[in-house]
């Protein structure tokens, strides 16, 4: 009984060894124990198959198949469910050949992604029965099988990996943004921001895709070239054409959304400060040489200091202050910028170098981030300015010459787009180691003026769509006589070419830009006006006959009843202030239809505009609570985690189905090794006292004892 007892023991203890220690290999390090196991997974089909060498040599593709994989069919290895980090998609690759496969690397096979037309795998060796990436959509997979002794044997199949629809997400978003006055935001890379979609839909309509609020009578939102499939890259603008200025300081929280073409949508807020600048004060003075005689006409200099300042106003207003500096005593009025000065005997037939300054104020308030526009070169302290020019007093003036200039000839042809090159070199009698002043003007205005040199070059070029008689006229002066040359130019017309740039529709913002001296609208709209009954506002006489008809229609296409038909109107304005006579880039619609509703509001299960707002989808965006993103720190919207799984691109974090009772396992191992060791020792000492003899004498023979002796030191 004893002995049997024993063997029981011994059994039971060597099968419990043998299945904890399977178990533990195969969960930490994927091999088994024993050298012969048994593995697999469950709900996975097993397949035994003899095959008879013969005829062609066949490769079977068992998975993949030729179809459509939901997701429900594949698996993201360690990346979790359903969504996959890395965008790709494992399914098992089940395969095998009916003939003799070379020992080593025998199988490999290629993948092509058919969306897109490129390998993302090629020659790559593979073990059958193994878990293999896929892409999304169509996948061409192509295996190979390395005969014995021969060559490589193929075979293809193609499937589709379906893959549910994915909220969109804003990134690389700023959360705050500083622009300086005078800047556009287009010049910082704050603002520029990226929508990734894994769906790798395209953002570029306006309204229907994306929007901004807040501050929209100065931002706008504009889509840029796609850099990847998956990324679309936005920037927040503001005109290019025309910086920002004194009427733009100040902070705006602005609104981005983005809205796929599910409604899975996704949101982001930033807040744009717009800090005032001490600006330059401009001088409109263009002195130069300035001749007085000593007595008579001309005998006295006269001269208004003519600045203008952002902040300080003009001259007259008395804000800013002058002074002056050389060899003679103006008389000045530091508020104004009046100068005046009567030569003297002494003064005869002498030049002197003069300059008047002007000075504005500090600013009175200094934005408490300004370091960051000194570091962009602004200034909020007072800034001084100056115009320099040569009084000249003289008892005989003589007129500056012009001695040199270039084209020779006076009269010719150009077209709208040639470059048009001038030369000139003047030279004044009265005046040593000095020079008159040189202006250029193009059909009377002037474009450009030098003071104080010899020679100077001009380029002109009319621009497209100029045609006609046109001249270009350098005039040069010592302040009372003068000497000038004129180009009579007959220009003929050059078509403007046609700017390259999505108008979209909606109100969203626009694209454009100033190509070749072409102004290209940028449009961006105020949100859309509460929706107004087309009835009542037809009887009100509010809406007119035309529109009541073209609004009723519309209606009757989005299947609204009568009672419900509404419209709603914005405002949308060109950030860029083109004032074009035909627009470059039509403006968005400021009317539209919409679902009427007496009392809108967040819970009346329709899209619409309240309380100053737009809701972004049903009830949720705008005036109501956010809607429901991928982003927003929550679980919702049938996440599988917060803000991974479900309709969020990313995957939430695999868990291990056996990770909380590893540590178990470990010390159930080490008890188990325990009781073997205890186990033995208690079966030989049984085993020692019954079969061998105390004091050195054997009591007896056994076999079933000897047995049982050597099954314990076997385990």
């Known amino acids: ?93 089940n395969v095998s050949a009916d003939f003799p496969l070379e020992v080593g690397d025998s199988w490999k096979y290629s993948l092509y992604d058919l969306k897109h037309g490129v390998y993302i795998n090629q020659n790559t060796v593979f073990t059958p029965y193994t878990s293999v990436p896929f892409v999304r959509w169509g996948n061409l997979l192509t295996v190979f099988a390395n005969e014995e002794d021969g060559d490589w044997v193929n075979e293809s199949v193609v499937f589709t990996i379906d893959v549910p629809n994915s909220a969109p997400l804003i990134q690389n978003f700023s959360e705050k943004i500083f622009v300086c006055e005078s800047e556009t935001l287009e010049s910082l890379d704050a603002s ?20 901004i609020s807040g501050g929209r009578n100065v931002f706008g939102l504009v889509p840029r070239p796609k850099t990847s499939n998956y990324i679309s890259p936005f920037q927040i603008i503001s005109g290019e054409r025309y910086p920002l200025d004194k009427n733009d300081v100040g902070d705006y929280d602005v609104e981005i959304s983005v809205i796929d073409s599910s409604g899975l949508s996704d949101t982001n807020s930033t807040n744009i400060t717009v800090i005032e600048i001490n600006n330059i004060p401009t001088t409109h003075s263009g002195l130069g040489l300035e001749t007085i005689y000593m007595s008579g006409a001309n005998s006295v200099f006269s001269y208004q200091f003519l600045v203008d300042d952002e902040e300080d106003g003009v001259s007259d207003d008395g804000n800013l202050f002058f002074n002056f500096s050389g060899a003679l005593s103006l008389v000045l009025n530091s508020s104004t910028g009046v100068a005046s000065y009567v030569p003297v005997e002494e003064n005869r037939n002498k030049k002197y170098l003069m300059r ?113 008689s046109h001249n270009v006229t350098i005039i040069t002066s010592d302040g009372l006589l003068n000497d000038s040359v004129t180009w009579d130019i007959t ?133 109501c609570d956010p809607c429901p993103t991928c982003s927003d720190g929550k679980k919702n919207q049938g996440e599988n985690g917060v803000d991974c799984g479900g309709p969020c691109p990313y995957a939430c974090e695999a868990e291990s189905p056996f ?57």
């Open 192 to 211: 520029n921001f990226n929508v990734f979609d894994i769906d790798e839909e395209s953002f570029a309509t306006w309204w229907t895709n994306y929007r």
């Open 491 to 623: 220009v003929t017309n050059v078509a403007c070419p046609v700017a390259s740039v999505d108008s979209g529709g909606g109100g969203g913002g626009g694209g454009g830009s100033t190509l070749g001296g072409i102004c290209n609208e940028q449009w961006s709209c105020l949100e859309w006006g509460l929706c107004q009954n087309a009835e009542r506002s037809f009887r009100a006489k509010s809406l007119s006959p035309e529109d009541f008809s073209s609004v009723k229609d519309l209606c009757a296409q989005n299947q609204y009843d009568d009672r419900f038909c509404g419209f709603q109107i914005t405002k949308c304005f060109d950030l860029n202030m083109c004032n074009n006579t035909e627009m470059k880039i039509p403006r968005p619609s400021e009317f539209r239809v919409c679902y009427f509703t007496e009392n809108p509001n967040c819970i009346d299960g329709i899209t619409n505009c309240h309380d100053g707002g737009c809701e972004l989808l049903v009830d949720c965006g705008g005036p």
């Open 1 to 93: 009984m004893i002995r049997k007892k024993i063997l029981v023991v011994s059994l039971v203890v060597f099968v419990l060894a043998f299945v904890l220690l399977n178990f533990v290999t195969i969960y930490f390090f994927n091999l088994p124990f024993s050298p012969v196991a048994i593995t697999g997974k469950v709900g996975e089909t097993a397949y035994v198959r003899l095959y008879i060498q013969g005829g062609d040599k066949v490769i079977t593709i068992y998975t993949p198949e030729n179809t459509t994989y939901d997701n429900n069919s594949y698996t993201c290895s360690g990346l979790g469910y359903p969504k996959c980090d890395d965008y790709r998609y494992n399914l098992s690759l």
């Open 659 to 715: 990770g909380t009772i590893s540590f178990v396992l470990i010390g159930l191992l080490f008890l188990l090794l325990l009781l073997v060791i205890y186990s033995l020792y208690k079966i030989f000492m049984i085993v020692r006292h019954r079969f061998f003899l105390v004091g050195g004498k054997r009591k007896g023979k056994d076999k079933q004892g000897f047995l049982s002796l050597c099954l314990c030191f076997l385990l």
């Open 356 to 468: 008047i300054y002007a000075t504005d104020n500090a600013l009175a308030s200094v934005h408490e981030n300004f370091s960051i526009c000194s570091g962009r070169g602004y200034r909020s302290d007072n800034i001084t300015i100056h115009d320099e020019f040569i009084l000249s007093i003289t008892d005989n003036n003589r007129a500056p010459s012009i001695d040199s200039y270039s084209p020779a000839v006076t009269s010719f042809n150009s077209t709208s787009t040639t470059v048009n090159s001038f030369s000139v070199t003047v030279s004044d009698a009265d005046l040593v180691d000095l020079y008159p002043s040189i202006n250029w003007y193009v059909d009377g205005v002037l474009m450009e003026e030098n003071e104080n040199i010899p020679s100077d070059d001009f380029d002109y070029t009319f621009g497209c769509g100029i045609s006609g």
